[in-house]
């Protein structure tokens, strides 16, 4: 028996409990994993409260990132004690995820722990950090660099928004942070923002064409933000679009991609390429200050992440919640 969260919907009604969940119920795959860390991202978050319907079967135990060591291994990639990571390919939604003290999982699915981390180091870092690692890979392979001027990050305040602010500055950008939180600008600074805009700016109805002033742009919003950021983007500029926390709809117009030749990326951190991942976990260790790891996340138990769960979407928790499992 292990200690798990189980999302569960039948005539009762929608419900998710921390229960002790036998071996027997782990669905199928070829590497069993005794998680150490798991986190709440914005998806689990939707995932336990039900506000939206992320959850394609029941029971489902949420959690779509997770470190720790391979407890049984029928992959030929991994062997017992070997530690490993997950992030995405649809685990806390189609298949059990990460808030559990045990996952089984396809190997596909994992990688090896960069041994620049520990698991809660990754897990600090986890989908968000990983996400903003794959938005800078797809300006860098556009050829966006630090001397064509400004990048704008906006939802800095997000998981995401804050490791891409951390690492573009470590990497000589000048980041402008949109966020609706005026109380968090010393945080955003500390990360290494150089201007901060209200989100407002941004969050409404525009025009199809505003003045050229990014350079590039970190977009994890979508809809109005993500238009907008689009319609100042400058000529040749990227947009890299890895998030719909506004909005699903992307209200805007081709201008800026047909009469300033804007780009727009879109970034899939579900099901990307093995070697992919690895690129993008061995830049982290490179390219990431893990000083700033305390400041952009903080730890909770899984007897934690349920009640954290409705604050995580009201948009009053900043940056990463690391969740220790066996807690």
């Known amino acids: 028996m292990f200690k798990g969260i189980l999302i569960d919907k039948d005539d009762s009604g929608y419900r998710a409990t921390l229960q002790e969940i036998s071996e027997d119920q782990l669905p199928e795959g070829d590497v069993t994993v005794r998680v150490a860390y798991s986190t709440l991202n914005f998806k689990d978050g939707l995932a336990i409260t039900g506000s939206s319907p992320v959850v394609r079967k029941f029971p489902m135990v949420p959690g779509i990132d997770l470190a720790g060591s391979v407890e049984v291994s029928e992959h030929p990639d991994y062997k017992v004690g070997d530690q490993v990571l ?25 990688i090896p ?12 870092i986890g989908t968000a950090g990983y996400t903003a690692m794959l938005s800078i890979l797809a300006l860098e392979h556009n050829g966006v660099t630090p001397e064509q001027g400004e990048v704008l990050v906006t939802g800095a305040n997000g998981g995401v928004g804050s490791f891409a602010i951390a690492l573009l500055s470590k990497l000589g950008y000048r980041v402008v942070a949109s966020t609706g939180r005026t109380s968090e600008h010393d945080y955003l600074k500390q990360l290494g923002a150089s201007e901060i805009i209200d989100r407002a700016t941004l ?16 977009d994890s919003v979508g809809s109005h933000t993500l238009a907008n950021a689009c319609a100042s983007t400058k000529a040749n500029g990227t947009v890299a679009a890895c998030g719909l926390a506004q909005g699903m709809d992307f209200p805007a117009s081709v201008a800026p991609f047909i009469l300033r030749g804007v780009t727009l990326a879109g970034i899939n951190s579900v099901t990307q390429p093995k070697a992919k991942r690895v690129l993008a976990w061995n830049r982290l260790a490179e390219d990431l200050d893990f000083a700033l790891l305390p400041l952009i996340s903080h730890e909770i138990g899984l007897s934690d992440a349920i009640e954290a769960a409705p604050r995580l979407l009201a948009g009053q928790l ?5 969740v220790d499992v066996n807690r």
Do not use: C, Y
């Open 86 to 110: 997950l992030n995405g390919w649809g685990v806390g939604e189609g298949h059990w995820g990460g808030l559990a003290q045990k996952a089984r999982l396809n190997g596909d699915w994992l």
């Open 318 to 322: 900043r940056g990463r919640v690391v």
């Open 203 to 218: 969050s409404e109805p525009g025009k199809p064409l505003a003045k050229e002033r990014w350079a590039a742009v970190i």
């Open 113 to 124: 722990l960069p041994k620049a981390f520990t698991t809660a180091q990754a897990m600090a």
